[in-house]
């Protein structure tokens, strides 16, 4: 869990949905195609109610927010994996939420896309959206810069290990649950 | 000490005598079904892991289901349903419920509609056994008495190759719903009263297992609506033990073996909830969110632009059914969009009769828009040019089981979630109206 990471953080609050982070009309896009990953990320977060301000700037692929700040429930509704991979093909590396829902936490651990961070604490009522902070993995904790304070993080726990693998064949392959790529078959 | 349900169910998939909640187990995988939203990166994922001449894991087990974005000429969602096609064909998949004429479905005789549906109906639910799904509703399939819970692409590739899934034991909460169910409710009221009580979040990581003498009296159709919803309270999977009604359905719809299990006496439950149904009220969960519940009869004095009846939650036969016997020889204020979740459902709108009219006669007569093709629709939003997308920042009543902002199209509409007795009384008046109005 050795993330330490320095950013701009986009803050959001209860309930965002998976509609809100990548909208249905959108997930014709297979993110499993480089070409259409890209495009996922240049729509992360375009559902969101226009009072949050816009995530991506225009004609822009990539965000200059890499943390997200929410509240609680953090990406509940579908089971749509496109929601943690818009998320981390726009640039973002980790999410700070108080909970989140629980397909969507699988996903960030399956795919390896994003760090889902909790925190006791309601930050996304304490932080504002451009506020630079520092996320340090190996001391959970977040440094809020412009406050001038630091907020303890949860452990990440069992996730942690196959988020810092790559996701979950990465994990497997190391702990021997299925075998390891042959030469051929890694392209 | 005992087990519940799905503890016992999960347990046997491990292949262990016991599990405790919070544990995380390997289980063997008796199902995978995936869809042309998610199938198409499940495959890409699988490809990348296990090669590009990999086999699945077991050509019997994986049912591919085109669904969502049918009827639209949105060229890459048809090259979805083409990726599809293509891996059934080079896998041998053994189910796989293809279209290939969009402009006439019924052209299509294997073409299902919505997955969760068409798995009940194919007999792919069946009690005991463990489902995965790329799709967050697959816990309806929980009404049989099975584990079945909605996963991500990788997971789902991961399972592909490999027949298995690390899972972590949820713990259960139990809902008591007892009583006898007054004529006007349905059991959409029952579990938008439930997150209503529990919110959003309520179950998250959690099994919701209902019991009780009212779910004993539910038909399939009913107790579908019940686990279907459970994801919009968080939960990982909904489960009801199975008895005659769930043996009836299912042992007329497939030969394969599967074992029934139930919770044992001495089981530990997270939580108990017990309500008595005969002292509820229709209610409707206002926008933008599946909890904001509220009593129908206090909703009256909103206005509403479009009623929607349609979705795995809402546009089964009996939901059609249910509509009909309100809509009949009455005329509807507002557009009224019908959507049948399968060919199947569809057909019944033809079929079945009340008082010698075909439910599709006693609508067409009403003023209702004509039925549409079976598909997801204007559930999830989709292309623009889904049927029935709010494209507009409407008012709609609707018997599907999400209102976030913009799960229907537009950020800006407004969705209340309902049963088809409350969407087709509003349809009837063009105001949100309790069916007691017109159910004497
Ligand atoms: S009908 Fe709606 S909720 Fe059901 S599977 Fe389709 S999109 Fe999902």
């Known amino acids: ?187 | 000490m005992g087990m519940t349900l799905t503890e016992k169910i999960v347990a046997r998939a491990a292949g262990r005598q016991t599990v405790e909640p919070g544990e995380n187990v390997w289980v063997d995988v008796d199902l995978l079904m995936t869809h042309d939203v998610c199938g198409p990166g499940t495959i890409g994922v699988f490809k990348r892991e296990f090669g590009q001449d990999a086999k699945v894991w077991n050509r019997e087990k994986i049912v591919l289901i085109p669904d969502h974005y049918i009827f639209t000429n949105d060229e890459r969602a048809n090259r979805n349903v083409d990726i599809l096609r293509e891996f059934a064909h080079e896998q041998d998949i053994q189910y796989f419920y293809d279209i290939t004429d969009r402009a006439d479905f019924k052209a299509n005789p294997d073409y299902k509609g919505v997955c969760h549906i068409a798995l009940a109906q194919e007999g792919h639910t069946r009690p005991g056994e463990v489902m995965f799904g790329t799709d967050s509703h697959t816990c309806n399939a929980g009404a049989f008495g099975q584990f079945a819970t909605g996963i991500g692409n990788t997971d789902a590739g991961f399972i592909m190759g490999t027949g298995k899934l690390l899972i972590k034991v949820p713990a259960t909460m139990r809902f008591v719903l007892n009583g006898d169910m007054p004529s006007y409710l349905l059991s959409k009221d029952l579990i938008l009263h439930i997150i209503g009580d529990i919110s959003v979040s309520g179950a998250t990581y959690r099994t919701m297992e209902f019991t009780g003498t009212a779910v004993e009296q539910m038909t399939m159709d009913e107790r579908m609506t019940l686990c279907n919803m459970v994801i919009e309270a968080g939960g990982k999977n909904g489960v009801i033990a199975p008895d005659s009604t769930t043996l009836d359905y299912v042992t007329s719809r497939t030969k394969v073996p599967f074992e029934c299990v139930h919770s044992d006496d001495n089981a530990r439950f997270f939580s108990d909830r017990y309500y008595d149904v005969s002292q509820l009220e229709p209610v409707v969960a206002k926008p933008h969110s599946p909890d904001n519940r509220a009593l129908v009869r206090e909703c009256r004095d909103v206005k509403v632009d479009r009623v929607y009846i349609g979705s795995c939650t809402g546009g089964k036969t009996s939901d059609f059914v249910n509509a009909a016997r309100l809509i009949q020889g009455r005329q509807v204020k507002v557009p009224t969009y019908l959507v049948p979740a399968t060919q199947k459902v569809y057909e019944d709108l033809f079929t079945m009769k009340l008082n010698h009219q075909t439910l599709s006669e006693i609508f067409l007569a009403s003023g209702c828009i004509e039925p549409s093709a079976p598909s997801c629709a204007a559930c999830l939003g989709g292309p623009k040019d889904t049927f029935g997308r709010l494209n507009e920042p409407e008012v709609c009543v609707s018997t599907t089981n999400r209102n976030f902002p913009g799960r229907m199209g537009n950020k800006q509409a407004q969705v209340y979630l309902a049963s088809a007795y409350t969407a087709a009384a509003t349809a009837l008046t063009g105001f949100i109206t309790d069916p007691r109005d017109f159910l004497t």
């Open chain 1, 1 to 187: 869990m050795g993330i330490t990471i320095r950013g701009k953080v986009f803050v959001v609050d209860d309930n965002i949905d998976t509609d809100q982070i990548i909208p249905a009309e959108y997930l014709t896009l297979v993110p499993s195609k480089v070409d259409e990953y890209e495009k996922l990320g240049s729509y992360a977060f375009i559902g969101l109610p226009d009072r949050y301000g816009s995530f991506i700037s225009s004609g822009a692929l990539k965000t200059e927010y890499p943390i997200i700040i929410a509240g609680e429930n953090f990406g509940c509704g579908s089971s749509r994996e496109h929601a943690p991979i818009a998320l981390g093909a726009s640039g973002v590396r980790v999410v700070v939420a108080q909970s989140y829902a629980r397909i969507f936490f699988r996903n960030c651990v399956a795919t390896g896309e994003l760090y889902p961070w909790e925190t006791e604490e309601r930050l996304c009522d304490l932080f504002t959206t451009g506020q630079e902070v520092t996320l340090e993995g190996d001391r959970c904790v977040i440094v809020n810069h412009s406050l001038g304070r630091e907020y303890p993080l949860r452990s990440l726990g069992e996730a942690g290990p196959v988020i810092d693998a790559g996701g979950i064949f990465a994990y497997a392959r190391s702990t021997g649950m299925i075998p390891l790529r042959s030469p051929q078959s890694a392209g």
